[in-house]
């Protein structure tokens, strides 16, 4: 590698300077639409990168690493667009027929009537007059019945902006499959640190997205069995799409599996199953969330990427606020990151202690004697 010339005046340093970061916040500018695809593809390709080496060396021909990488990309994109697509169907599906009843209901004044007794009896003890309440949730029902008819429309274009998502998150996968092992020995080239500091912290990337993934994907398949337990011992209709459901929708901690069983719960209380309902709801909160979320998931984490619980509370929660259902993944990883930046920082960056230094580097005062105590020494020797 050729040496920087010394020669270069400081104009036309400062021209460069200049010129790469415009550049470089142009590019930025061009990529951020497509931020989370990308990140998307990355994940995947650094999850599958083991796989697609053992696929590589079984293929005989000369262009093996491409189409590895073409054989386990086009399968993740299938598998996931069969997935969502299925499931979505399925909830969409259910989520209108459950809105029809209850405005079947509503309209026809049979709503508060669906109500468990007990439910009505609180509701009047409280000052609420349940024909009053019937009123207001005919009127509510009627504006979302509004509304309804607009979810067809922007359910259209989800479905293509998902469908653009798929195909960039899969050509990003791709490449990074085929060039990944370039594209890191270039990273290590270009960033201005020795190369050991850099090549550690492209494995501590490495190590804890593959753990991210690996822990998502435990989580997400205890809360899926939990969950279609609970749905079955409560005699919910299609345990285990439910399930499956809960299951993908843990990716978001906490939120995510509440979206699903949460109205179920409802559906259990307006069928005159309170029993059921309340069981379904402490389950959730225990089993569910509180198992998974608060123990197993931190755990999983903590084992692997050296974090202790609070940090990969910040990093989880954090980074779901910062960066959406990505943050799951993403915060973790920034945090390890700058954990692995301290690290460096403390062993080859901070100045040596000076010997005989103290705590803080700071000597330590001599003890101060009184002169009783001096002279009294300097007459027994």
């Known amino acids: ?224 069995v939990v969950s279609f337990l609970a749905y079955w011992v409560c005699g919910v209709p299609a345990p285990i799409v439910w399930g499956t459901l809960t299951g993908f929708a843990s990716i978001v901690p906490a939120i995510g599996t509440t979206l699903i069983w949460g109205p179920i719960v409802v559906w259990l209380v307006l069928e005159h199953r309170l029993g059921a309902a309340v069981g379904l709801a402490l389950w959730g909160f225990g089993a569910i969330i509180g198992v998974a979320d608060y123990l197993l998931r931190p755990k999983l984490l903590g084992s692997k990427v050296k974090m202790n619980d609070l940090l990969i509370f910040i990093a989880l929660f954090g980074g779901i606020e910062a960066f959406g259902v990505l943050g799951t993944i993403l915060g973790p990883i920034i945090c390890a990151i700058l954990m692995s930046l301290i690290h460096i920082y403390l062993r080859d960056y901070k100045p040596a202690e000076s010997p005989g230094s103290g705590e803080g580097g700071r000597e330590e005062p001599a003890p101060v004697q009184h002169r009783s105590q001096s002279r009294s020494r300097s007459k027994n020797p």
């Open 1 to 224: 590698m050729s040496e920087p010339d010394p020669g270069r005046t400081p104009l036309q340093r400062w021209t460069f300077l200049v010129l790469f970061v415009l550049t470089a916040y142009l590019f930025w500018r061009v990529a951020e639409p497509l931020w989370a695809p990308i990140c998307l593809g990355a994940l995947f390709a650094i999850g599958a990168h083991p796989l697609h080496l053992k696929l590589a060396r079984k293929i005989p021909w000369k262009s093996r690493d491409a189409l590895s990488a073409a054989l386990l990309t086009s399968g993740v994109m299938a598998v996931l667009l069969g997935i969502f697509a299925f499931f979505g169907a399925v909830l969409l599906k259910q989520a209108l027929a459950v809105a029809g009843t209850v405005a079947e209901k509503a309209k026809q004044g049979q709503l508060m009537q669906s109500l468990p007794p007990q439910v009505s009896h609180y509701l009047s003890a409280v000052g609420q007059d349940p024909q009053q309440l019937q009123q207001r949730i005919s009127g509510l029902v009627n504006e979302a019945a509004g509304a309804v008819a607009n979810i067809v429309p922007r359910v259209v274009g989800a479905s293509f902006a998902m469908i653009l998502v798929i195909i960039f998150t899969a050509i990003t996968c791709f490449y990074l499959l085929k060039h990944g092992v370039e594209f890191t020995r270039w990273l290590v080239r270009v960033i201005p640190l020795p190369d050991g500091e850099v090549w550690e912290l492209v494995k501590n990337f490495r190590d804890t997205a593959r753990v991210m993934l690996l822990g998502t994907g435990v989580t997400a398949l205890y809360q899926g």
